[in-house]
Nanobody, 128 residues
Framework: QVQLVESGGGLVQAGGSLRLSCAAS????????MGWFRQAPGKEREFVAA????????FYADSVKGRFTMSRDNAKNTGYLQMNSLKPEDTAAYYC?????????????????????WGQGTQVTVSS
């Protein structure tokens, strides 16, 4: 099992940057694919990014491609989401997630229901 705790959210102006962190417990962190999802008020939780267990591959939603970068440090049991050129439409609660597998394709890693472990979320607000 793994427990996830996000941090790094906050209020930022449009065009600014934030870096989210996801700290994971457990000794087998390196066996998990990690993902980031977000949920805006009144909307469904949507895929943002995912990274394979060895950082060999990353996948991004079209809406964030070129602006967001996902990474992980298995030695620190921590995943990251660097968010640049933020837009007001990026405003949402951001959730870290993990599933016990090492790799996969975009279609498989973007599926919300395949993630069995979730953090409590961190709020990101981008003002115009």
């Amino acid at each position: 099992q793994v427990q996830l705790v996000e941090s790094g959210g906050g209020l930022v102006q449009a065009g600014g940057s934030l870096r989210l962190s996801c700290a994971a417990s457990g000794r087998t962190f390196s066996s998990y694919v990690m993902g980031w999802f977000r949920q805006a008020p009144g909307k469904e939780r949507e895929f943002v990014a995912a990274i394979t267990s060895d950082s060999g591959s990353t996948f991004y939603a079209d809406s964030v491609k070129g602006r967001f970068t996902m990474s992980r440090d298995n030695a620190k049991n921590t995943g990251y989401l660097q968010m640049n050129s933020l837009k007001p439409e990026d405003t949402a609660a951001y959730y870290c997630a993990a599933q016990l597998r090492r790799g996969g394709s975009y279609s498989s890693l973007a599926r919300r229901d395949d993630y069995g472990y979730w953090g409590q979320g961190t709020q990101v607000t981008v003002s115009s």
